[in-house]
């Protein structure tokens, strides 16, 4: 199984007609919001390019795509934070209005150790795994508003269930930084130009990227709470080992 890992390559590569290899079932797009920047025949392409057949979107914002071979579910996430990166003046308000870098990280680390526990997660899990059990003609792109936390978490949560590695499943959600960078950048010095304090300014990053203290919360919850994310599936959301497996033969 090979995850993509940003919209923004994976559509420069497709516009200059580089060779791409898509032999997958589960795309992962991060910052997949610049998706929906292109036109409707450009996503077009770029579904067509990647056979993506479905999209599960994890935010709470609802799209609608006309395309009659695509089929969008949405299964909506708690919020790990409320965040606007789209009107600089609000951005701001909301990076002062967090105390301090170290509440910052903390309020995040906690929304992952808990992600798990809350009963809307529960049952949009519920739903993503029915959805990859069910739909599995062509490939799934999984996105969130920034394709860091939400995705990161349920991308996180399937490679756990396949029983990979912790240290693959951490590259994995690592790999995220590697490509969002330029846009905090951007960000940071426009927010330097809006008169923001370089203290608060540093707090950008740690809000839109991936951070070993953010997922290590949410495997400690499994290993705490529940040992293995088989007991987890099985207690929490109510699906046997059997249908684990199931998902592993369709996508490893």
Do not use: W
């Given at each position: ?62 799209f ?28 701001t308000?909301?990076?002062i ?7 910052l ?6 929304s ?12 949009q ?59 905090v950048?951007?960000l ?28 290590k ?32 033969d369709?996508y490893?």
């Amino acid at each position: 199984m090979y995850i993509y890992n940003n919209a923004n390559y994976y559509i420069q590569n497709i516009y200059e007609d580089k060779t791409i290899d898509i032999d997958t079932n589960i795309v992962k797009i991060f910052f997949s919001n610049n998706l929906f920047s292109l036109d409707i025949n450009e996503q077009i392409k770029l579904y067509q390019r990647f056979n993506i057949t479905r999209i599960i979107n994890l935010q709470n914002e609802y799209f609608s795509i006309n395309i009659d071979s695509l089929k969008i579910f949405h299964c909506p996430l708690i919020n790990i934070f409320n965040l606007n990166i789209n009107d600089i003046n609000i951005l701001t308000n909301q990076l002062i209005a967090y105390p301090s870098l170290t509440i910052l990280k903390k309020d995040i680390s906690n929304s992952y150790a808990n992600f798990l526990l809350d009963t809307k997660n529960i049952k949009q899990l519920k739903n993503i795994i029915e959805i990859l059990k069910n739909e599995i003609d062509g490939n799934t792109l999984i996105m969130s508003k920034y394709g860091i936390h939400h995705t990161g978490i349920i991308i996180s949560l399937l490679l756990e269930m396949f029983n990979l590695p912790r240290e693959l499943i951490i590259n994995t959600y690592f790999q995220s930084n590697h490509f969002y960078h330029q846009n905090v950048n951007i960000l940071m010095k426009e927010l330097r130009q809006n008169g923001l304090s370089l203290d608060n300014i540093l707090k950008l990053p740690y809000l839109l990227g991936a951070d070993l203290d953010y997922i290590k919360p949410l495997f400690n919850t499994i290993d705490n709470k529940y040992q293995t994310i088989e007991k987890y599936c099985l207690k929490r959301l109510k699906i046997a080992k059997n249908d684990i497996d199931y998902l592993k033969d369709l996508y490893l």
